[in-house]
């Protein structure tokens, strides 16, 4: 058995063909959640315009209680999804996508969440600041090269900058 080492994180500029990738990859997750979810929502900076981000799309899943989370976690087992738990975040439920599709993290999210709030909120934040949209995107590709091995190290780096972000989007909590 090989021993891998850590991933390196690569932080790219903005690929105009994201919002193509989430459709295709929105498409089946919705057609198996639609009864019990209320929409599927692309979050993190792939779904900003103009912001340099790891090539990695976001899903959130947005249901209305946690009362739909089992059966959203059975219908997204149904197309090959495995459900990984909340992994640590209250309210969001995490998932590891089959095989074969691009490179995404899929999250079912409670709505009012603060998983789900702060991820809209920066990504609202940003599609309407485009110029901090430019600034976040440099913090990510000078972390990236300061820490290419390290994404404890790296997301701490851009703590500061999303706490602010939040707080200037209005988010008195961050």
């Given at each position: 058995?090989?021993?891998?080492?850590?991933?390196?994180?690569?932080?790219?500029?903005?690929?105009?063909?994201?919002?193509?990738?989430?459709?295709?990859?929105?498409?089946?997750?919705?057609?198996?959640?639609?009864?019990?979810?209320?929409?599927?929502?692309?979050?993190?900076?792939?779904?900003?315009?103009?912001?340099?981000?790891?090539?990695?799309?976001?899903?959130?899943?947005?249901?209305?209680?946690?009362?739909e989370i089992?059966?959203?976690?059975d219908r997204?087992?149904?197309?090959?999804?495995?459900?990984?738990?909340?992994?640590?975040?209250?309210?969001?439920?995490?998932?590891?996508?089959?095989?074969?599709?691009?490179?995404?993290?899929?999250?079912?999210?409670?709505?009012?969440?603060?998983?789900?709030?702060?991820?809209?909120?920066?990504?609202?934040?940003?599609?309407?600041?485009?110029?901090?949209?430019?600034?976040?995107?440099?913090?990510?590709?000078?972390?990236?090269?300061?820490?290419?091995?390290?994404?404890?190290?790296?997301?701490?780096?851009?703590?500061?900058?999303?706490?602010?972000?939040?707080?200037?989007?209005?988010?008195?909590?961050?």
């Open positions: 058995m090989t021993h891998r080492g850590p991933r390196a994180i690569v932080v790219v500029d903005y690929d105009p063909s994201w919002p193509l990738t989430f459709a295709s990859l929105r498409a089946p997750v919705w057609e198996a959640v639609r009864d019990v979810a209320i929409t599927v929502e692309h979050v993190g900076s792939t779904a900003v315009p103009g912001l340099a981000a790891k090539p990695i799309i976001d899903i959130d899943v947005i249901v209305p209680t946690r009362a089992p059966a959203v976690i997204l087992a149904a197309i090959g999804y495995v459900h990984q738990g909340n992994l640590g975040i209250e309210d969001r439920e995490a998932f590891k996508s089959a095989a074969g599709l691009p490179a995404h993290h899929l999250y079912v999210c409670v709505r009012g969440s603060a998983a789900l709030t702060n991820h809209l909120a920066l990504r609202d934040y940003l599609r309407g600041h485009p110029d901090r949209a430019v600034a976040y995107g440099q913090l990510k590709k000078r972390l990236a090269a300061q820490f290419p091995t390290d994404i404890d190290r790296y997301v701490a780096g851009k703590t500061d900058f999303v706490l602010a972000a939040l707080r200037a989007a209005g988010d008195h909590r961050a």
